[in-house]
Structures are given as C-alpha cells and as structure tokens.
C-alpha cells in the first residue's frame, strides 16, 4: 500500500491505519495566550468542548478571546491511530482530524456560544477540505462530550443548515460523535498563531449568522 493510502481526501479503515505508538506525546506546559496549564486536571466546574474546523491553528484563535474559556489546546481525534505524529496524521492513514480543546465554564460561556462560533469560524460544508486545505484531517466535526452537547449539536447544525441552504450553500457536512481519545500536537503547534502573528491560517466562514 502506498503511504499515501487510497487518497488524502478517503476516510482510511482501522485496519488500514497507521499503528502508531504506546508513548504519548509529552504534555504541554502552559498557554502563551491565556496562561493557565494546558494539561488536566483542571479547575472544579470546567467543561470541555472539541472541535474540527480546518487548520487547528486558526481555529484554536477563534476561541481565546472568548469569556469563560479557560485555556484551549490542539490535537488529532476521531481516529485510529495511537498517539500519531503530526507527518503521520497529514498522510491520511491515521483517521484523525485536526481539533481544538476548549477548557471553559459553563457558568460563563455555554455550550451554544462555542457552537455558534465554530458554525461561524468555518465553512461546514465543504467535506474533507477546507478552503485550501485538502484532506480528511481538516473535515468538520463535532466531539461531543455528552448527551446535551449532542443534542445542541444536532440542533444548532439544522439551524445553520436552513439558513445556508437559503443562502445557496450545499449541505452539511459536519459529522458530530462522541469524543474517543484526544492526543496532544506536538508543541510547536500549540497557540501557533500567537507565538507566528503573520502565520497561515485557511480558515473560512460562510458570512451566515447563527442565533441560538
């Protein structure tokens, strides 16, 4: 098989995976932007939110300014493949995506706050791509992390899919599931945005408002 697979922009098989490795990527140490510890555990109350977007650069910024989130990370999740490498990931073979952890108190920043700002941040129908990047690795998803978030989820997607479709815009493409296991980027990738200002970022929105 080519270590490429059948395609950057095909969904590989868990047998067709990558095998990865046992050894986890270290933790991250501390945020460059909102100076709290990247690693759990976290302060009592928090939630957790995930999300792909596209590049996880840019859509790691999208949620610092935000209030009550608390701290913010990257990763891949959705996948297969056991704590994969970033080179590993870009080849297609692991099934992951590229997704933002947000830390954030939900006494502060509901769920629907975040979900409006991810159907806003990008461009959810676009499948395994983002504007110009191409590849599962960028597709949108969802990670919910418990009944309510799911049911949010579905309920904001046919919110957004109304007014898109009114708009012109094909269907969704955002597939929304449980949050398996989440594996750190490597450290270079956290907060790149922040420590590169003129970086690339290939995020896109669609211009549409959601209200929830």
């Given at each position: 098989m080519s270590l490429f697979g059948p395609g950057k922009t095909v969904m590989v098989s868990e047998a067709e995976a990558l095998p990865g490795r046992a050894a986890a990527m270290a933790a991250p140490g501390r945020h460059v932007v909102l100076g709290a510890a990247m690693a759990p555990p976290f302060p009592d109350g928090m939630a957790v939110a995930v999300f792909g977007m596209g590049c996880f650069w840019g859509a790691?910024?999208?949620f610092w300014p935000m209030p009550g989130v608390h701290v913010t990370s990257v990763g891949y999740a959705g996948g297969?493949?056991?704590?994969?490498?970033?080179?590993?990931?870009?080849t297609a073979r692991t099934g992951h995506a590229e997704v933002v952890m947000v830390v954030y108190d939900p006494a502060v920043t509901g769920y629907e706050a975040l979900l409006r700002r991810f159907w806003e941040g990008h461009n959810p129908t676009q499948g395994m791509r983002q504007g110009n990047d191409i590849g599962t690795?960028?597709?949108s998803v969802i990670l919910?992390?418990?009944?309510e978030q799911e049911r949010l989820a579905g309920e904001t997607l046919a919110l957004y899919q109304e007014?898109?479709?009114r708009s012109g815009f094909g269907a969704i493409t955002t597939r929304i599931?449980?949050?398996g296991p989440y594996y750190w980027a490597e450290p270079y990738h956290q907060q790149y945005l922040a420590r590169n200002p003129g970086g690339y970022c290939g995020l896109g929105g669609t211009g549409i408002r959601l209200t929830v």
């Open positions: 790691e910024r999208l297969f493949t056991p704590n994969p490498t970033y080179d590993e990931v870009c690795q960028y597709r919910v992390t418990s009944p007014r898109l479709s599931a449980a949050l």
